[in-house]
């Protein structure tokens, strides 16, 4: 699992710029996208509802206008039911033969027809009692009563309180709703009631008035003047009084409001209301927004669109930006590998003109870079061989002094061989001193001057110090440096037993993975590191070179051949010292490269 997270982490990590850019735009397109359609939802729904309102409106007049002329029609034919003198006296005469009788039913049936007929086209039925306890009912089945239920009829009560008024009031029969206007029959002269006349029509005739401008969540209403809905769309909805409805519309027939919304029957509704004043009741339109908005806007196919774009936008935009900024991350992952060419690899760049533009800046500045490197490596390489050659050519002169004054008593005191012997070993040491500096030399020759060296110290000082050589055969025949062991052994012998009186040192060579591995091991006093470095230097009259010390070996090993090789020295006080000079394996070609700087 940690290595996946780790793999996870690392591409995010090697994309932050991508990811970044990405996200960013991921979210602002969601953002976005949210707000348009929201706002595009919400205008539309605006948009809609005002229109709507606009066609509810004028529907709504239409509907008012045929209650109105319905209204119209109830007050010409009670004006014509008040002045026809035939109906007066058939309700005012009260003893009469049969045949008297039967021609006044004649009559009165003819003349009622005639006014009859102007508000039969609605549906409505006209009944007319008089005080001589007669009734004439134009259409029985639509209401059934008798002139006793009349008498004593709500509705009769409240015309006989106002008799100079036509009411119209609602009631019901047999459970259905009923509007009927009432009007009490006056004597002009005399004020006398002589009758009543009844126009009713049922809820289901009143329906027919707006039936065919309803639509599923648009509902009509009938209120009268104490909330009780007397007719509407929704048969439920008949019988029940809300005085909420009520409120609301008489707050907008008072502010001239087109609409508003109100909470009924647990919705929100949008109402519409026009006052019916023949009527004294409100002709209300209820708009359920939610079902007209859901049935105006499908917000699933809405919301599916907008998933649809928003995942082909992010789609685009992740082939786009990842093309966009992968040359950028290629180019940034080649700088943070550079440091594995040694800043010599270039930059190669494949997009758009900014990452080539950066990569040939890039290119140009290490191209530089390396310029200058190179002349500064050039420069420390010429310094270190002009002071190796310097130092190489700063032969002790006390030295050769003291070695020509030990040859000097060999031959006073007849020892003429060793004084030769001596001799021809200074003479192999100063014709390697005067050879070039970058010359190599093979392990075997670099041997044979070491021990010329040792000869003429022992010559001069006696063998209180033994030499041993330790060298495999096989690297006899590599080549190395001139001068890299002769300053350890001289150090050993000038240095390290300066406490002790004798003692040895001992040289081993060999070949280790592919290396070629020196040991220079002493059994002298020893020396604390801390204090004494690589970069010590030793100076004292009885060595043959000035300045000649471990650490220009060591920089000079290092300038050749890099840092995989060089000296290495490990020493305690009172233990010895032990010196590690670490070469390639250097055939006599392969040293003429090396050493050409």
């Known amino acids: 699992m940690r290595p996946i997270i780790r793999k ?37 729904q605006n948009l809609f509802m005002d229109t ?19 209204s119209y029609a109830v007050v010409n034919t009670v004006n014509s039911m008040q002045t ?82 036509l009411l119209i009031q609602s009631t019901s029969e047999n459970g259905e709703p009923m509007i009927v206007a009432a009007k009490v029959l006056l004597e002009r002269s005399t004020e006398n009631r002589y009758g009543i006349v009844y126009i009713s029509i049922r ?7 707006y039936e065919g401008y309803t639509t599923e969540g648009n509902k009509i209403l009938i ?47 949008m109402i519409l209301s026009e006052y019916l004043p023949t ?46 900024t992968k040359s950028l991350t290629n180019v940034v992952e080649q700088i943070s590998n550079m440091a594995k060419y040694h800043f010599k690899r270039p930059l190669v760049a494949s997009g758009g003109y900014e990452t080539e533009q950066i990569a040939n800046a890039f290119n140009d500045m290490l191209r530089e870079l390396q310029e200058y490197v190179d002349l500064v490596v050039e420069t420390e390489q010429k310094q270190r061989k002009a002071e190796l050659k310097a130092l190489q050519h700063q032969i002790n002169p006390h030295f050769l002094y003291n070695t020509l004054t030990s040859v000097k008593f060999m031959v006073q005191q007849g020892d003429k061989e060793k004084a030769a012997e001596t001799i021809l070993a200074l003479i192999t040491l100063l014709q390697n001193a005067l050879g070039h500096i970058n010359e190599t030399i093979t392990v075997e020759q670099e041997l044979t001057i070491i021990k010329k060296y040792v000869l003429i110290n022992q010559a001069r000082y006696g063998e209180r110090i033994k030499v041993h050589y330790f060298v495999s055969p096989e690297c006899l025949p590599y080549q190395m440096p001139k001068l890299v062991l002769q ?21 081993m060579a060999a070949v280790k993975d592919e290396k070629l591995l020196f040991e220079i091991v002493d059994n002298g006093d020893g020396m ?43 020493s305690n006080i009172g233990n010895g010292t032990v010196v590690h000079v670490i070469l390639p394996l250097l055939t006599n070609e392969l040293s003429k490269k090396s050493t050409n700087f």
Not at 203 to 209: A, D, G, K, P, S
Not at 242 to 262: C, F, I, K, W
Not at 550 to 568: P, T
Request: proline share 1%; net charge neutral.
């Open 8 to 44: 996870f982490y690392r591409i995010i990590q090697t994309n932050d710029l991508f990811f970044k850019v990405f996200l960013v735009m991921v979210v602002s397109i969601i953002s976005v996208s949210i707000v348009i359609s929201y706002s595009t939802i919400q205008v539309s």
């Open 52 to 70: 709507f309102t606009i066609t509810n409106t004028k529907v709504l007049n239409q509907m008012k206008s045929r209650l109105e002329a319905y």
């Open 84 to 165: 026809n003198g035939t109906i007066k006296r058939v309700l005012m005469e009260e003893q009469l033969n049969s045949i008297e009788t039967a021609k006044l039913y004649y009559e009165m049936t003819k003349q009622m027809e005639s006014v009859y007929t102007e508000v039969a086209s609605y549906g409505a039925n006209m009944i007319v009692i008089g005080k001589n306890s007669r009734l004439f009912n134009m259409n029985y089945s639509n209401w059934p009563v008798t002139w006793d239920e009349l008498q004593h009829h709500a509705v009769t009560t409240e015309a006989l309180q106002s008799p100079n008024q």
């Open 203 to 209: 809820e289901r005739q009143l329906r027919e008035f």
């Open 223 to 269: 209120v009268n003047d104490e909330g009780q809905i007397i007719s509407s769309n929704d048969q439920t909805m008949i019988g029940v009084t809300d005085q909420a409805l009520l409120h609301a519309s008489r707050e907008m027939s008072e502010l001239g409001l087109e609409y508003t919304d109100v909470h009924v029957f647990d919705k929100d509704y």
């Open 279 to 324: 009527f004294n009741m409100y002709l209300i339109n209820l708009v359920d927004k939610r079902m007209i908005s859901e049935n105006l806007l499908s917000k699933k196919e809405i919301y599916f669109i907008i998933i649809g774009i928003i995942v082909l936008s992010v789609f685009i935009i992740f082939i786009l930006l990842r093309r966009m």
């Open 487 to 507: 300053p350890f052994i001289e150090n050993a012998f000038f240095h390290a037993f300066n406490k002790k009186k004798e003692g040895f040192i001992q040289v």
């Open 528 to 570: 604390d590191l801390e204090k004494v470095s690589l970069s010590s230097r030793y100076h004292g009259k009885r060595q043959l070179f000035h300045g000649i010390g471990v650490r220009n070996v060591h920089e000079r090993i290092q300038l050749l051949y890099g840092k995989d090789y060089g000296v290495e020295m490990t």
